[in-house]
């Protein structure tokens, strides 16, 4: 099981930025495709920005475009989230996954199936 660390939450007002960093222990980590998750109180997961194993290839929730950007230091195990021009309705907890899928179309990032998440990292955006 691959376990992993998310870090760089907290609260910014809105129009702020955060950072969030998720370093995982697992070996392979260049390997994967890896995202960015999130779950808002009382709504589903969804899925934020993923990043496939050289970085050649991302998507990012239609909310996000623009604002949001992923990146990944393989020899660190590490996976990146920038957030800009944050929003109220980021609020949520992060969750990064050390093993997902970007359909072939582009159009959706998935987690593996039965992933089993870390603690996630707390995200408040004040209006």
């Known amino acids: 099981q691959v376990q992993v660390v998310e870090s760089g939450g907290g609260l910014v007002q809105a129009g702020g930025s955060l950072r969030l960093s998720c370093t995982t222990s697992?070996?392979?980590?260049?390997?994967?495709?890896v995202g960015w998750f999130r779950q808002a109180p009382g709504k589903e997961r969804e899925g934020v920005s993923c990043?496939?194993?050289?970085?050649?290839?991302?998507w990012h929730a239609d909310s996000e475009k623009g604002r949001f950007t992923i990146s990944r230091d393989n020899a660190k195990n590490t996976l990146y989230l920038q957030m800009d021009s944050m929003k109220p309705e980021d609020t949520a907890m992060y969750y990064c996954?050390?093993?997902?899928?970007?359909?072939?179309?582009?159009?959706?990032?998935?987690?593996?199936?039965?992933?089993?998440w870390g603690q996630g990292t707390q995200v408040t955006v004040a209006s």
């Open positions: 996954a050390a093993q997902a899928n970007i359909n072939v179309a582009g159009t959706r990032c998935e987690p593996e199936d039965n992933y089993a």
């Open positions: 990043i496939n194993w050289s970085g050649s290839v991302t």
């Open positions: 697992r070996s392979s980590f260049g390997g994967w495709t």
